[in-house]
């Protein structure tokens, strides 16, 4: 069975930082396009950064979106079969639930949109505020 499962969510203080987990079951993350999204109350689907294949031309290479490049990074430990998504001076507009996605089909053509995904977590909770 294929599944995703995100933890370390919670409330920090602005600035702060955390790390998210997406622990994948039923296929090696290595294989395939791993994002994370993230969605407020009212807003859309957020596609905040993604990791590529390691058997796609990107060779694994790490995407973001703009409001957080610089400040998060992604990392894919392969023996853990886990994706990363370590967040560092953290704003409250950072305030969302906090997706893993897989794309296993491999049709997608644009890591932001969320239909290029096929399965997802059930979402973490990561609340910055003072």
């Known amino acids: 069975q294929v599944q995703l499962v995100e933890s370390g969510g919670g409330l920090v203080q602005p600035g702060g930082s955390l790390r998210l987990p997406c622990a994948a079951s039923?296929?090696?993350?290595?294989?395939?396009?791993i994002g994370w999204f993230r969605q407020a109350p009212g807003k859309e689907r957020e596609g905040v950064s993604c990791?590529?294949?390691?058997?796609?031309?990107?060779?694994?290479?790490?995407r973001y979106a703009d409001s957080v490049k610089g400040r998060f990074t992604i990392s894919r430990d392969n023996a853990k079969n886990t994706v990363y998504l370590q967040m560092n001076s953290l704003k409250p507009e950072d305030t969302a639930v906090y997706y893993c996605?897989?794309?296993?089909?491999?049709?997608?053509?644009?890591?932001?949109?969320?239909?290029?995904?096929?399965?997802w977590g059930q979402g973490t909770q990561v609340t910055v505020s003072s």
């Open positions: 996605a897989a794309d296993l089909v491999g049709y997608g053509s644009n890591w932001t949109r969320p239909e290029t995904y096929d399965y």
């Open positions: 039923g296929f090696t993350v290595d294989y395939y396009l």
């Open positions: 990791v590529t294949s390691s058997v796609s031309s990107r060779g694994g290479s790490p």
